[in-house]
């Protein structure tokens, strides 16, 4: 039979390191756990410089409109920098975009500088200068400026427009956009071009 006491009736040394151990791990035990969540601040300093360089380069890649035989832009001497903030309409020579959105194919520049867009895009008939399947989506984009600009604390009034306009569109149909522009809330107009370091180059 196994005895744990030892015969001067002290405790048994295995019992004493036992003990000891024992308290070791209340005491590990009672300290406070580790956090176990997840610290998303370095991660979040990351996020932010790669939001800054994606939109510079948004910026910068809206400003590269690319030359064809379907849209070429006017020149010009201005040294201003580009605008970057709006919506961008696009009259080319055989339709209108906002956006990357094809919003309605264009006649011949003929009957463009006639009764620009036709008279079944139009809400009051040929002569009319709003465009109603422009003035639809435009309408929309204007919904979500003004969120945005209430969010940034700008002010929501009116809304701004980036056009970009072949140099040979008809007076006709660029004066339509702009009436159906201005329809629509946007105020402030920007018209893209090429920069040339003389007149008429």
Known sequence: MTQSATAGGGTSPNII?????????????????????????AMLDIMTIILVFLLKSLGESSNAIPQSDDLRLPTSVAKTDPHQEGVTVTL??????VGDQKILALPG??????????????????????IVPLGNVLQTARRTDVALRRAKGLDPSTSEAIIIADRGTPYRLFIEVLFTLGQSEFGKYHLMVMQSKTLGG
């Not at 390191?17 to 601040?41: C, G, H, Q, S, W």
């Not at 520049?109 to 709003?130: C, F, H, I, M």
Request: hydrophobic content about 30%.
């Open 109 to 130: 520049r003929e009957s463009q500088a006639q009764t620009g867009v036709g008279a079944q895009n139009k809400r009051g008939g040929p002569n009319d200068l709003y």
């Open 92 to 97: 080319s020579k055989s339709q209108i975009l």
């Open 17 to 41: 390191r036992y003990k000891a151990e024992l308290r070791k791990a209340i005491r590990r035990n009672a300290n406070e756990p580790d956090v176990n969540f997840l610290n998303i601040t």
